[in-house]
């Protein structure tokens, strides 16, 4: 019982922060020289910030349902250290960069293309955070088969 709680939970973490991180990270990819794009982002990360922490709290509980009686080697040490990379990029985002282009949201400079230097920040955390999670999707999914008969 445990392990399909486990599994669904694990799968549903990545389909829902993986989802929200790829919809912003697009729209995040648009907006670095678009005025328009660069608004919507700010409006959309009100959103997909959310799901995204909601998806790491689902993979990371389906996870250790998932690895429960796994010794911490191999692909589970993996995921707990992609996990433990992602919530400190997503601290990183969520109480640095957040709280700036919200107050560029209330100062009416939305749609003003964002400085140089928060711009790089960003791009670094996106691909921190899009190698992350692809590489837990493609880690699990290789664990998964790997338990196959045959």
């Known amino acids: 019982m445990f392990e399909v709680l486990g599994l669904f939970l694990f799968l549903?973490?990545?389909v829902v922060g993986l989802g929200a991180v790829t919809v912003v990270d697009l729209m995040g990819f648009l907006g670095r020289r678009s005025g328009?794009?660069?608004e919507a982002t700010i409006r959309a990360h009100k959103v997909t910030k959310p799901l995204i922490w909601l998806g790491m709290v689902l993979a990371v509980v389906g996870g250790v349902l998932t690895y429960l009686?796994?010794?911490l080697v191999g692909i589970p040490?993996?995921?707990?250290?992609?996990a433990a990379v992602l919530v400190v990029?997503?601290?990183y985002l969520s109480l640095v960069?957040?709280?700036e282009l919200l107050a560029r949201e209330r100062m009416g400079k939305a749609s003003h293309m964002l400085p140089g230097s928060l711009q790089r920040k960003i791009i670094v955390s996106l691909?921190?955070?899009d190698v992350g999670w692809w590489t837990g999707l493609l880690l699990l999914v290789v664990y998964l088969v790997d338990g196959l008969p045959g």
């Open 12 to 14: 549903a973490g990545f």
């Open 36 to 38: 328009y794009w660069t």
């Open 69 to 71: 009686h796994e010794p």
């Open 77 to 82: 040490l993996l995921h707990v250290c992609i």
């Open 89 to 91: 990029n997503g601290a």
């Open 97 to 99: 960069v957040s709280p």
């Open 127 to 129: 691909i921190v955070s």
